[in-house]
């Protein structure tokens, strides 16, 4: 499966972006999703992870309540939505596929990436 994330930019603190993940290929029904992020001189960290029918999700501690994935299965999307960005989310962000439930790196798919920047 193909992924293609969009919807980074630059926002002030504070601020909200929704980011999208689309694929190609193959349905994505049949995958949990997560996304990740990498920010400068740091290792890739979890951010969430939904379930197939989108009814469970999970967030890393630095975003939850801020952070909300979900999903459009009809439109082989996913999303993130962020509120309350704050300078430390700055990162690139990605989408990933995976047949099992994870919140480690070891997803099956990957998509190119997203650039989130922050200002304060």
């Known amino acids: 499966v193909q992924l293609q994330a969009s919807g980074g930019g630059l926002v002030q603190a504070g601020g909200s972006l929704r980011l999208s993940c689309a694929a190609s290929?193959?349905?994505?029904?049949?995958?949990?999703m997560g996304w990740f992020r990498q920010a400068p001189g740091k290792e890739r960290e979890f951010v969430a992870v939904?379930?197939?029918?989108?009814?469970?999700?999970y967030y890393a501690d630095s975003v939850k309540g801020r952070f909300t994935v979900s999903r459009d299965n009809a439109k082989n999307t996913v999303y993130l939505q962020m509120n309350s960005l704050k300078p430390e989310d700055t990162a690139v962000y990605y989408c990933?596929?995976?047949?099992?439930?994870?919140?480690?790196?070891?997803?099956?798919?990957w998509g190119q990436g997203t650039l989130v920047t922050v200002s304060s």
């Open positions: 290929g193959r349905t994505l029904r049949n995958y949990f």
């Open positions: 990933a596929a995976s047949v099992t439930w994870l919140t480690t790196n070891e997803y099956d798919y």
């Open positions: 939904i379930s197939k029918s989108g009814d469970t999700t």
